[in-house]
């Protein structure tokens, strides 16, 4: 099995910064994709960035230039770097890894960590 533990939520002033990290622990042979999801209270769950085993990134257009996905490899470690957050940042993020373990590919999800952005 895989688990994913997040860090590095919190309370935040609008335009501030926060960095968030996500762990990758367990039976691991490989991690393709890596990313962050969001969840706002009231909304569907939505992309914030990915990126691939060889460093390839995107980005949801509401984030674009104003967020930073990058992962250690050695360490199975996604962080993602916030600026100039806004009060409509606030949300639950989601660590996301598609892993190898044992003989199969799964998708596997952390317990989320809070983003609360103050105006």
């Known amino acids: 099995q895989v688990q994913l533990v997040e860090s590095g939520g919190g309370l935040m002033q609008a335009g501030g910064s926060l960095r968030l990290s996500c762990a990758a622990s367990?039976?691991?042979?490989?991690?393709?994709?890596m990313g962050w999801y969001r969840q706002g209270p009231g909304k569907q769950r939505e992309l914030v960035a990915t990126?691939?085993?060889?460093?390839?990134?995107s980005y949801a257009d509401s984030m674009k230039g104003r967020c930073t996905i990058s992962r250690d490899n050695a360490k199975n470690t996604v962080y993602l770097q916030m600026n100039s957050l806004k009060p409509e940042d606030t949300a639950v993020f989601y660590c996301?890894?598609?892993?190898?373990?044992?003989?199969?590919?799964?998708?596997?999800w952390g317990q989320g960590t809070q983003v609360t952005v103050s105006s």
């Open positions: 990126i691939t085993s060889d460093g390839s990134t």
């Open positions: 367990g039976s691991i042979f490989s991690i393709n994709a």
């Open positions: 996301y890894a598609r892993a190898l373990s044992g003989i199969r590919w799964g998708d596997y």
